[in-house]
């Protein structure tokens, strides 16, 4: 439940779009409080799920459709769910973009005015006491503006590596850097929100890497995968995944040791890679990866906004 001015900014290169969010659920629905699409003309972005509801909905803001609409999902749709969605239909374009500010976004849907008492009791306990608000406040939307997205590492554009980076690049609140040895090593077209570094040697590029990254290191080179997690490992991470098996494993923990790392430190970086019973299939190793990465960003959030309201 966060809005990202640089996503959203990114996704207004291609022109003003209609934000649908779901912004309250009474009962069993397909998707929570806060799932969101941006819809264009000839394309949209995202999903709040459901189908028939989704399909009404892209036409509703093809149409024009602004401000909220409550659904009752059986008798509206015929959906087996049961429940009913409050959805709340926003138009974007950079102007409005750029006034999102500060750590919580509260504005009126579909209208204009100053915020009731009730909006700015919510915020002054956001500020004060750190205590989440609804999202969904009267006829106002109040949402945390998102942080900086997380930064992803990539090393290596060979088949795991286009894998990965095809899986994850649609998610949201992801930087992705994708790094590797020659132009030629990556697709033609590289996917929207993944920067491409091209370097001879690309272990010369762990400085730029903020020390909180991800990194997943599946290079063409065993020589570079050790190198480069010697280098992160002096250079500090959030996470490191390695791909190979656990004979490689094994000598890696070795070497490692005699470049002078602690089986403390090396015992943070993650090999194999995935989930090996899905197999080892670029995709089924993507899946896997990605899958945790999710899970873990998930409970991180969901930490977060615990922390938050004990606050």
């Known amino acids: 439940m966060s809005l990202d001015p640089g996503y959203l900014a990114r996704m ?12 309250r659920v009474q009962g069993s629905t397909p998707r929570e409080e806060g799932a969101a699409m941006l819809v264009w003309p000839d394309r949209c972005e995202g999903t709040i799920g459901g189908g028939a509801l989704e399909f009404a909905a892209i036409a509703k803001a093809r149409a024009g459709m602004e401000g909220l609409e ?8 015929g959906q087996c769910c049961g429940g009913a969605v409050t959805l709340a239909y926003e138009r974007f374009d950079t102007q409005r973009i750029a006034r999102i500010e500060g750590a919580w976004h509260a504005r009126p849907v579909g209208g204009a ?8 009791r919510a915020l002054a306990r956001a500020r004060d006491r750190g205590a989440a608000p609804p999202l969904l406040t009267g006829a106002w939307l109040i949402e945390r503006v998102a942080p900086p997205a997380t930064p992803v590492w990539i090393w290596g554009a060979g088949h795991v590596g286009r894998a990965l980076v095809g899986t994850l690049h649609p998610l949201p609140d992801l930087a992705i850097s994708w790094t590797d040895s020659g132009a030629e090593r990556f697709p033609e077209a590289i996917p929207q929100g993944v920067t491409p570094l091209i370097a001879q040697d690309p272990a010369r590029l762990v400085p730029l890497a903020p020390a909180t990254a991800r990194h997943f290191v599946l290079t063409y080179s065993h020589a570079l995968d050790l190198e480069l997690c010697h280098r992160l490992l002096g250079h500090g991470f959030g996470t490191l995944g390695l791909i190979g098996s656990a004979s490689k494993w094994a000598r890696f923990r070795k070497r490692l040791r005699a470049l002078g790392h602690s089986d403390a430190q090396i015992s943070r970086i993650a090999c194999p890679i995935g989930d090996p019973s899905l197999g080892k299939h670029p995709q089924a190793i993507a899946l896997g990866v990605a899958a945790a990465l999710v899970r873990d ?10 922390g938050m309201r004990a606050g």
């Open 297 to 306: 960003l998930n409970e991180a959030g969901a930490a977060e906004t615990m």
């Open 113 to 120: 005015g100053a915020a009731p008492l009730a909006v700015t």
């Open 12 to 23: 207004a290169e291609r022109g003003p779009f209609t934000r649908v969010v779901v912004a």
């Open 70 to 77: 409550t659904v009752p999902l059986g008798p509206a749709m």
